[in-house]
Nanobody
């Protein structure tokens, strides 16, 4: 049973920073791509950032490039999202995802976490 548990969300003022973490369990994830998606109220869920199984390739939505950084620690089965220079439009529920072989595509997850709320105030 794959389980993804996000943490690190909360309320922050515009311009501030947050670091999201996602601990994965249930199998070995070293061959899995990992990613973050988000869903704002009244909007569709969207891709935010993804990282390949090795960490050698990283992908970002244009809206978060430069401001957000994704990383992973395979020894801990954990993926992180460092979010800097946060804006009110970053307010959303953030979901951790994993995608397994053979495709292991960051854009096509196999499993989703429950989500963590990020709220950015003016």
């Amino acid at each position: 049973q794959v389980q993804l548990v996000e943490s690190g969300g909360g309320l922050v003022q515009a311009g501030g920073s947050l670091r999201l973490s996602c601990a994965a369990s249930g199998r070995t994830f070293s061959s899995y791509a990992m990613a973050w998606f988000r869903q704002a109220p009244g909007k569709e869920r969207e891709f935010v950032a993804g990282i390949s199984w090795s960490g050698g390739s990283k992908y970002y939505a244009d809206s978060v490039k430069v401001r957000f950084t994704i990383s992973r620690d395979n020894a801990k089965n954990t993926v992180y999202l460092q979010m800097n220079s946060l804006k009110p439009e970053d307010t959303a529920v953030y979901y951790c995802t994993v995608a397994g072989p053979p495709r292991a595509s960051v854009y096509s997850p196999d499993y989703w976490g429950q989500g963590t709320q990020v709220t950015v105030s003016l």
